[in-house]
């Protein structure tokens, strides 16, 4: 068995992000953890840490001791002299080592049913494409992910992944969204496209699918990480969609052909997103938005986080609000503010927002002062002008023709009027 096909198998064993069979890959590499697994073998090295990391106390102290075995022969033992220590600590690596079988018997069940050589064919007959660590097209920022990294993932799509996503934005938010979140996340998606950037999310309904049909539109590439195997269509209203990310961009999934989702595979999903991604986006989520999720992958990933606002009202934005306020996402209104977090520093600066400039803006102080002092009624002398605005009456005089000229004033009977009609901003 090769690398390629135990990494299938290994997609059957587990749950995606299992960081138990993610250390033993660690440990002993692909095809040793499948022997290991047919073997019901115990790995010493990997026994020590899951010992660590499921039941020793931190700094080696209590009942388990410093490196004890999870299967009770470990060296570290409770100190002589100590009965109820020595009852504890074996009762505690009692627990220990059942959870520890308990763990590798129900890989060894699902192995027993896995077939990778079958999986493979079946990703041939879709059109759907292998990749594991190691391959041309797979991103290295996943080994950010560490004992979680999966161990493979079927695409689905002509744009290469690892390049789709070396520039690329993640943009989440809630399903149930407003018409507001959908038209901030289609302008999200369409302005990164129209800059060069990506776009990742997860093709749900709501803030998803608005990001990617924006990225669509501008005729970019996009992302779609799967929470189900790449040949099941969920949510199913969304094959156009899927079926255009293909022809346009690329569909992801670390689950098992056939594989349908669960609550608990969207949530681990979250992380694949965040990712694969510099930064990601909040667009709009509640207080118990799954989408914040996301948001705490990114922030233990040390990725950008940003968050849309919206209306104080709206409790579909409560939870980017909290974010803002907590200062743990940066407050974005557009492509150019999230490129700016996203991009090189210095290089990728968002313009400053300014207001309208307005026809009184570009005249010099003096004459500026003459316009402020004129009156709108009724009219008034070039001594009277002068006196309201602070300035000789030469420098009057040799104003009102140009102002005149301009349209902002015009001459009455009794003298000098701002006119009605003035140039807007006048």
């Known amino acids: 068995m090769n690398d390629r096909l ?20 660690a440990l002993r590499g692909p095809q040793a953890a499948v022997t290991l697994v047919r073997e019901g073998g115990a790995d010493a090295d990997f026994t ?3 010992a660590d990391t499921h039941g020793r106390p931190a700094g080696g102290s209590g009942p388990c001791g410093g490196d004890s075995d999870p299967r009770g022969g470990g060296s570290g033992a409770p100190d002589v002299g100590s009965g109820a220590g020595d009852g504890r600590g074996a009762a505690w690596d009692g627990r220990l080592a059942a959870r520890f079988d308990r763990t590798v018997a129900s890989w060894a ?26 391959d041309a097209e797979w991103p290295s920022q996943l080994d950010d992910l560490g004992g979680s990294r999966p161990h493979g993932l079927w695409l689905r799509g002509d744009a290469d992944l690892r390049f789709s996503c070396l520039r690329s934005v993640a ?52 992302v779609v990480v799967l929470a189900c195997g790449a040949d099941v269509a969920y949510p199913s209203a969304h094959q156009q969609l899927f079926a255009a990310v293909r022809e346009q961009g690329v569909l992801v999934s ?35 938005s799954g989408a914040l999720n996301t948001a705490g992958h990114a922030i233990a990933l040390n990725r950008h986080l940003a968050a849309v606002p919206g ?5 579909a934005s409560a939870g980017c609000h909290r974010l ?14 999230v490129i700016e977090l996203a991009g090189t520093m210095g290089a990728d600066l968002a313009p400053e927002a300014r207001g309208p400039v307005l026809p009184r803006d570009r005249l010099d102080p003096e004459t500026r002062k003459v316009v402020e002092a004129m009156p709108t009624r009724i009219g008034v002398g070039p001594a009277t002008i002068a006196v309201a605005a602070g300035v000789d009456l030469e420098t009057v005089l040799s104003c009102l023709g140009g102002l005149a000229a301009a349209g902002y004033v015009e001459r009455v009977s009794r003298g000098w009027r701002l006119r009605s009609d003035r140039p807007s901003g006048g």
């Open 48 to 50: 020590r840490w899951f």
């Open 254 to 288: 670390e689950c098992p052909m056939g594989a349908h989702p669960t609550r608990p595979r969207f949530l681990i999903r979250n992380r694949l997103i965040a990712a694969l991604s510099r930064s990601t986006v909040v667009v709009e989520a509640a207080v118990r």
């Open 109 to 134: 069940a699902r192995l027993r049913t896995a077939d990778p050589e079958r999986d493979l064919a079946e990703g041939e007959r879709i059109g759907a494409r292998l990749v594991i660590p190691g």
């Open 171 to 222: 943009v989440v938010g809630s399903r149930a969204a407003t018409p507001y979140g959908a038209h901030v996340a289609a302008e999200l998606g369409a302005g990164l496209s129209e800059r060069g950037w990506g776009v990742v999310s997860g093709g749900a309904y709501g803030i998803d699918g608005a990001a990617h049909r924006g990225a669509l539109a501008c005729e970019a590439p996009t």
């Open 6 to 25: 135990a990494r299938l198998t290994l997609m059957r064993l587990a749950e995606p992000g299992d960081t138990a069979l993610g250390a033993l890959v």
């Open 311 to 315: 209306p104080v009202t709206s409790e």
């Open 324 to 337: 803002i306020r907590q200062g743990r996402a940066v407050c974005v209104t557009g492509a150019e503010e």
